[in-house]
């Protein structure tokens, strides 16, 4: 079985996307760490607390997880922020830690756990994107600047690390339940004024689908990413929208 036993990290998998994907990847057997600095709801002997944004701590629990189990298979920075503001109304406060988290800890994940796949000669990453890689949206300048970024870093980790075995993806989730939406959700009505109900009625109405996506959708696209079923994918920006770009 090819998760039975491999060592998976998960950054932010205390809720949202990142807790259905430990989740998954847990029940096909395979020890996944959930790297958050919220606790989960329930305790767990592989939750690490970490900052992202804090590249010492980022080494810190790498450090901790080789040093037990000797190796990494599987590593998903799921770790994110939004914020629903354009870029008058940002602080510089918000756009430094927008930034460090998203863009940041992604890059210091990298650089901590790409050097133990090189010496592996093997491994699989898959970085939290967005439809806002391919596309913008109004009042969100810097989340989608960090989510571009992540992008084209996806592309350039994913040629310099090749020749080592080491593929890395971009999952690139359209709008999905989670409690990311919900904060962005109340972020536009506290701004709008409009009622909560019918703007999530919007929501739906906007996707080709005609409904939001749920957490478990985009877990299993990562476990595909993660997997040898995408053996030959690497450098890719892979959409799970329900249509949203392709208009």
Request: net charge negative.
């Amino acid at each position: 079985m090819q998760w039975e036993k491999t060592i998976t990290i998960i950054t932010g998998a205390s809720s949202g996307i990142g807790k259905a994907t430990l989740e998954l990847l847990r029940a096909e057997g395979s020890i996944v760490y959930n790297l958050d600095y919220q606790a989960p709801a329930t305790p767990d002997p592989f939750f690490i607390h970490c900052d992202v944004g804090n590249k010492t701590e980022v080494a810190n629990a790498i450090r901790t997880i080789y040093e037990k189990e000797k190796r990494i298979d599987f590593l998903f920075t799921n770790a994110g922020m939004h914020l629903f503001a354009t870029l008058e109304e940002t602080s510089d406060e918000q756009l430094e830690r927008l930034v460090s988290t998203n863009l940041l800890g992604t890059f210091y994940l990298l650089k901590a756990v790409i050097p133990i796949m090189k010496e592996q000669q093997k491994g699989s990453i898959v970085l939290m994107g967005s439809d806002q890689a391919f596309v913008g949206k109004g009042s969100s300048s810097v989340y989608g600047m960090t989510k571009g970024a992540i992008g084209q870093l996806t592309k350039s980790t994913a040629i310099d690390y090749a020749p080592f075995n080491i593929r890395v993806n971009c999952i690139c989730p359209g709008t999905i339940q989670s409690p990311l939406l919900d904060k962005a959700v109340q972020q536009f009505v506290a701004k709008t004024g409009e009622e909560i109900n019918a703007v999530y009625t919007s929501l739906d109405k906007v996707q080709p689908l005609g409904r939001i996506g749920q957490p478990e959708e985009i877990a299993k696209a990562v476990r595909f990413l993660l997997s040898d079923d995408s053996s030959f994918t690497t450098g890719c920006l892979f959409a799970v929208d329900g249509g949203y770009t392709c208009q």
